[in-house]
């Protein structure tokens, strides 16, 4: 199916994907708030090895959603929706994907510039794509901190939106990414 195509609801493949990224956000910010806040140890050390790791998982399934999504097209915004509400859904859902896929990336350039020797679930060192450099490294931490807090944000209002539609305007908005019944 071209790009071109509004299929009624999201592919099955684009539902699972979506469903997957939802459960890794889920738990990364979770654990990256908590991470941060407890004293420094053993757990703190394993938080931060899982952070990590699931965070190049994320970055690699939001990369495979966006190249599916370009496959197998979107539905059309609901028809019943005010010009304020499509332009909010489109760039709510824009920015989104521009946060998952900006996240794992500056954490990324966050530990190469910091020069820490990390790995991949205990498999492999990601080669560094950022200059090692205290400073470079304190910027790029904060600027993962607000971007954690901006994907709280964005995945508070889409989510807060999904039920809305479900059960106060009780249109199919939310129905078009729920995997179908009996499949």
């Known amino acids: 199916m071209s790009p071109t195509v509004m299929p009624n609801a999201y592919s099955s493949r684009q539902k699972l994907l979506h469903w997957i990224i939802a459960l890794f956000v889920a738990g990364l910010v979770p654990a990256g708030l908590t991470m941060t806040r407890i004293g420094e140890g053993t757990m703190q050390d394993r938080l931060y090895d899982l952070h990590r790791s699931f965070g190049m998982v994320l970055f690699v399934l939001v990369l495979l959603r966006v190249a599916v999504r370009r496959l197998d097209g979107a539905p059309a915004p609901s028809a019943d929706l005010t010009a304020l509400q499509r332009i909010t859904s489109t760039g709510v859902h824009h920015l989104l994907y521009a946060l998952l896929i900006l996240m794992p990336l500056v954490g990324w350039a966050g530990m190469s510039a ?9 498999l492999f060192m990601p080669l560094p794509i950022a200059p090692k450099s205290e400073a470079l490294s304190i910027a790029l931490f904060r600027a993962h901190d607000i971007g954690a807090y901006l994907t ?4 508070t209002l889409h989510t807060g939106s999904a039920l809305f539609h479900a059960l106060v305007r009780r249109d199919r908005v939310l129905w078009r990414m729920l995997p179908e019944r009996g499949k």
């Open 114 to 122: 910091y020069g820490g020797d990390w790995r991949i679930f205990d």
């Open 152 to 155: 709280i944000g964005l995945v």
